[in-house]
């Protein structure tokens, strides 16, 4: 065995993080309906005007303004029906005063009209003609041209995330693909002797891969493109060769290796490849986990226990991906709820400690940093600092919200 010399607080380990983050500068062109949740590599302005013409804003009719002063629904204002639009039409009859056009929302506003009468204000009067009930003012339910978005202005800027909305702007001037910063490549693989890959039989002694599953889907759901690599051997040797295979990744992240067993060979095997950043964190669960540089690419040495490793997943490796994946930060959604049983902590860790919601309360959900039902059973976590040992129960605690 080969204890840990010392061990950095949480904070610093983030900020060691943060100061590593390079963003990934390559871009991509995508299908805007492949586009969701990617961000914008170049300001993007539009090359027309949005709508690309005047039009009805209401069914009704299209009028010339003056032509309805002083009406009412005692003295209507009769006019001829000379066409009538519908949407993806132009007009073929320019209006001229005394006559007018039934039109339909969305439709191109005729020459010659400039204000739109609500169906509602009006009554058949026979043979194309309509009587008006109330006067009309210029513009008045016209959607103008433009009005949306004008030729020359900014769509979307560099940077910016594209939610639904800004999809919709994009496909309003005519953008069919958009592009976008690629997603960080992100190499994943779990080691040890005991792993088998599920879908295969288990021998004895044996135990199924739950890390690079877990791992994948966390990269996944934060921007990154997971790239699974089949489980390496507890050997110098194998890691090495596995270092060597993904080095054409953005970012690394292994599980297993990074404690202190005289199987725990991921530091070993980085010597002379890389510089390992940190190793061992006042955490808890998770403390053995590393940071370092392989090769220039970002590496993350994970706990090898499923608990540990996704909590540490959840706690340092998003917000890396994220700001490698040029993503907002997460605000993580929190209910304030009394603890509804009494928990200790280790003195000098920060644990991140599992919860179910239950009845209004927070229930202890963590078994042990090898279960990862401690996690699959969990509505959220508490964070308990290093300075506390004991929480009692009826405590009103902040649970972040998985």
Do not use: W
Request: aromatic fraction near 4%; charged fraction near 20%.
């Amino acid at each position: 065995m080969r204890p840990f010399a010392s061990t950095i607080p949480l904070d610093e380990a983030r900020r060691r993080l943060e100061a590593a983050v390079r963003p990934v500068a390559r871009t991509e062109a995508v299908a805007l309906e492949e586009a969701a949740g990617r961000v914008v590599a170049h300001e993007v302005t539009s090359p027309l005007d949005v709508p690309p013409f005047a039009r009805a804003a209401m069914d009704g009719y299209a009028v010339v303004a003056a032509d309805t002063a002083g009406a009412s629904a005692s003295s209507p204002v009769r006019l001829h029906v000379t066409d009538r639009l519908y949407t993806g039409v132009p007009p073929r009859i320019a209006i001229v005063p005394g006559t007018c056009a039934e039109i339909a929302t969305g439709a191109p506003m005729p020459e010659g009209a400039d204000a739109v009468v609500m169906v509602e204000d009006t009554l058949d009067a026979g043979a194309d003609r309509v009587a008006i009930h109330t006067a009309a003012a210029p513009g008045q339910h016209i959607g103008r041209r433009a009005a949306d978005i004008a030729a020359g202005e900014m769509v979307v800027g560099a940077g910016e995330l594209l939610t639904p909305g800004r999809i919709g702007a994009l496909a309003a001037v005519g953008c069919a693909r958009g592009e976008v910063f690629a997603r960080p490549r992100v190499a994943i693989l779990s080691t040890g002797d005991e792993i088998v890959e599920p879908g295969r039989p288990l021998p004895p002694g044996r135990i199924f891969d739950v890390n690079r599953f877990t791992l994948a889907a966390l990269v996944a759901a934060n921007g990154g493109l997971p790239e699974p690599r089949p489980p390496v051997r507890d050997a110098v040797g194998a890691l090495a060769g596995a270092f060597d295979a993904c080095a054409d990744a953005d970012l690394m992240v292994f599980s297993g290796g990074s404690s202190v067993g005289d199987r725990d060979l991921i530091a070993d095997a980085i010597a002379g490849r890389g510089d390992v950043i940190f190793h061992g964190v006042a955490i808890k669960p998770g403390k053995p986990m590393m940071f370092a540089r392989v090769g220039g690419t970002p590496f993350f040495g994970m706990p090898g226990n499923p608990s540990s490793c996704l909590s540490n997943a959840y706690v340092l490796l998003q917000p890396f991906l994220r700001a490698m994946a040029r993503l907002p930060p997460l605000a993580p959604r929190t209910l304030r709820v009394p603890l509804g049983r009494t928990i200790t902590s280790q003195a000098g860790r920060h644990q991140f400690y599992t919860v179910r919601l239950l009845d209004g309360t927070a229930m202890p959900a963590f078994k042990g940093s090898g279960d990862i039902t401690s996690l699959s059973r969990a509505d959220g976590y508490l964070e308990i600092g290093a300075d506390t040992i004991r929480l009692e129960a009826g405590t009103l605690v902040d649970v972040m919200l998985f």
